[in-house]
């Protein structure tokens, strides 16, 4: 009888293309998978069933937290593991860390838990932050007792989970980020314009406000400069961020593609990789493919993100919210062509040593080895 698995992302339908390796792993060790998620089937189906991966739909949204959907969608994930005979919930995110375990629970299954970023939970600030924070944390407190194992991705998230008794501490287990795979990223050499790239969502917590404006400030200066954007809108809709994309894009300094499927292209067409994010990152993945294509990286000195960048090595880490410190590394970057040169090689090589895919998921499929 084949050994089931079942997955639990926000992003489920992505979920293959961003981590193919690790599917591919399991299923050679065995493993059928089936993957939940709160988008559509159709949209479930389109992206995972070609790849043979069942897809299950979720009555809940990305975000928020609605206690009757979360009752429905936990009856769902338990009916399914009962009829699939799933052995083991393996979820990724702090959104579904909660509802995987009290699904494995009533299941009486094992759970692991993949944190690979804690989201505006622990990021948001005043009041509402508080608010927020007191209503949620007695939830997960109590759910992630059950967790088998709680994977994280940078020592940031590892240290506030233990300052805050999310889980057991002699279950927690760390993992370099996502990993990348180098042959699917291979190096490129750098591009002669001065094009600057993002991909991730365009929401306000990724810093796209401030790289837009850092741009123009950017522009002042060096006027041939470009930047190319890629990834789904989140959130900038009707924003000043969203005016000054449309402004820029307009006056063909700036150049917006949406969601894409292929990465290594656009990493392949830019000379820098700058990614101001002040949402709380696991260890952003978008990174580590601009790393192993051999890229310059300008990141913030926030959780996740500094895992990424040895500053002054193979980028440029700034602050936070900062337009200023964020404008003064793309200048950084376009006055020193030497120095973007031995950057982009110094990424490749950091990327290669540290945060290997299969290095990664050897850790991760063998704890699913121990737990099934």
């Not at 979820?91 to 009486?108: E, K, Q």
């Not at 193979?314 to 973007?340: H, I, P, Q, W, Y």
Request: aromatic fraction near 10%; proline fraction near 5%; hydrophobic fraction near 40%.
């Amino acid at each position: 009888m084949a050994k089931q698995i079942g997955i639990l992302s926000a992003c489920a339908h992505r979920l293959y293309l961003y981590r193919p390796e690790l599917f591919d792993s399991l299923r050679g060790d065995g493993y059928v998978i089936t993957v939940f998620g709160p988008e559509p089937q159709a949209l479930g189906d389109k992206w995972l069933k070609k790849e043979g991966i069942r897809y299950i739909a979720l009555p809940l949204t990305r975000k928020g937290v609605d206690p009757l959907a979360e009752y429905k969608a936990k009856a769902l994930i338990v009916r399914t593991v009962r009829e699939l005979g799933v052995g083991l919930l393996f979820s990724y995110g702090i959104r579904f860390a909660p509802l995987a375990n009290n699904a494995a629970r009533s299941a009486g299954i094992p759970c692991m838990n993949v944190i690979n970023g804690a989201g505006s939970l622990f990021g948001a600030e005043g009041a509402a932050g508080k608010l927020k924070r007191l209503a949620i944390l007695p939830y997960i407190r109590f759910s992630l007792r059950y967790s088998s194992r709680i994977v994280f991705q940078n020592l940031d998230d590892r240290r506030q989970f233990a300052s805050l008794r999310l889980g057991r501490e002699a279950r927690y287990l760390n993992v370099n980020g996502s990993g990348v795979n180098a042959d699917r990223y291979p190096a490129y050499p750098l591009p002669e314009a001065r094009i600057f790239g993002y991909t991730g969502r365009l929401n306000p917590e990724k810093g796209i406000g401030e790289l837009l404006c850092a741009f123009e400030k950017v522009l002042e200066t060096c006027p041939d400069a470009k930047l190319r954007l890629a990834g789904e809108p989140d959130g900038i809709a009707d924003t000043p961020a969203q005016a000054r994309l449309d402004r820029l894009c307009a006056s063909g300094q700036v150049e917006y593609l949406g969601e894409i499927d292929d990465v290594p292209g656009f990493l392949r067409s830019i000379r820098y990789f700058v990614f101001p994010s002040y949402y709380r990152e696991g260890t952003p993945r978008v990174i580590l493919e601009a790393m192993s294509c051999a890229r310059p990286v300008i990141t913030t000195d926030a959780t996740g993100c500094r895992e990424t960048v040895r500053d002054g090595y193979n980028g440029l880490l700034v602050k936070a919210r900062d337009v200023e410190s964020l404008t003064a590394a793309m200048l950084r970057f376009c006055g020193d062509d030497d120095m973007t040169a031995e950057m982009g090689r110094n990424s490749r090589i950091f990327a290669k040593e540290k945060f290997d895919v299969y290095a990664v998921n050897r850790v991760l499929t063998d704890e699913i080895k121990k737990l099934y």
